[in-house]
């Protein structure tokens, strides 16, 4: 079977990736330094090293590993810690990426799959966005996040290391810290189960593309042997206004707080959808769960942690 590095494993939608690689029999390698991320969300099977992709050390790991293929999870997720800090963000997500995809190169690793956002197309308005829309970022986030797609791109074109990019809607489900991309979904669960009333930021009629945890990890295992230099969305193309999320988070808990509404946020789209018709052409994937469905068994998990 396969080797597989998963940079950013032992965060939220890396540490569900390996949990899914590892179900299916592949050997796992995850990198991650631990700055958001858990040792406990490491699954005991995967090999793992504390190690940032900064460093030079991230060579003497990929040498020694050998991966068929890595898969680039890591990176900083906080849009509006971008916005205050764009260097910090602006230095994991493309010098890392660039870091990793040299390591790649010069180590003979065969394929680079790298996480990329919605984010790269910044404000839909209210177009669901498809993979040849412009992509024009409002935040640093998206800035560097479209950087690293490039980097990624150019090693193809120079090197030959055979790339698919996956640009992620607003993922949600067990394990997400609410400072993230989506955080908004633990942020209301939290605090909803609490009987806490939850902040909306803005009129709560933007909207976002949620998806769940484990769609995204499954289109990352059909990556693996499908996807051959493509950049495909990775979303439900349903725009779901943070109003009707409050609703249906309320319906979920049996709860029936309102929301307290506070301005709105610089760098925050105001609508964001992805067209997936290319990703389930290429990859053969669809999404397995609606919003709802979604929502429950993310509630669920929070339920046992009680
Ligand atoms: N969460 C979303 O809604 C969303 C949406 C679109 C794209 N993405 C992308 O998905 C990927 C994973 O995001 P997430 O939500 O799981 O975030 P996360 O913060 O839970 O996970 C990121 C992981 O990367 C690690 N990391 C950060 N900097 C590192 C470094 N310098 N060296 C080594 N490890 C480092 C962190 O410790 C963490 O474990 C990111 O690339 C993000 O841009 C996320």
Redesign the pocket.
Known sequence: MLKVLV?????????HIVDLLIQKGYEVVV????????KS?VNAHAVFYE?????PQIDEVIKKEAPEVIL???????VQQSIKDPLADGT??TI?TLNLLRSAHLNNVGRFI??????VYGDAQGRVATEDDPVSPISF?GAS?YMGEMYVRLFYDLYKLDYTIL??????GP???P?????VIPIFMQNMKKEISPTIFGTGLQSRDF?Y?QD?ATANLLAIAKGKQQTLNIGTGVATSIYDLHQHINEILGRNLPAQYKPELMGDVKHIALNPERAQKELNWKTGYSLKKGLAETAAVYDSMD
């Open positions: 940079t950013g494993g032992a965060g939220f939608i890396g540490s990198v991650d330094n631990l700055v958001t991320g858990s969300n190690v940032d992709i900064l460093h680039h999870q890591a990176a900083l997720v906080f994991v997500n890392g790298y996480a990329s956002t919605c984010a986030y996040k640009r992620y809607a607003n993922v949600y394990r997400q810290q400072h993230g991309e989506g955080g998806i945890v995204v």
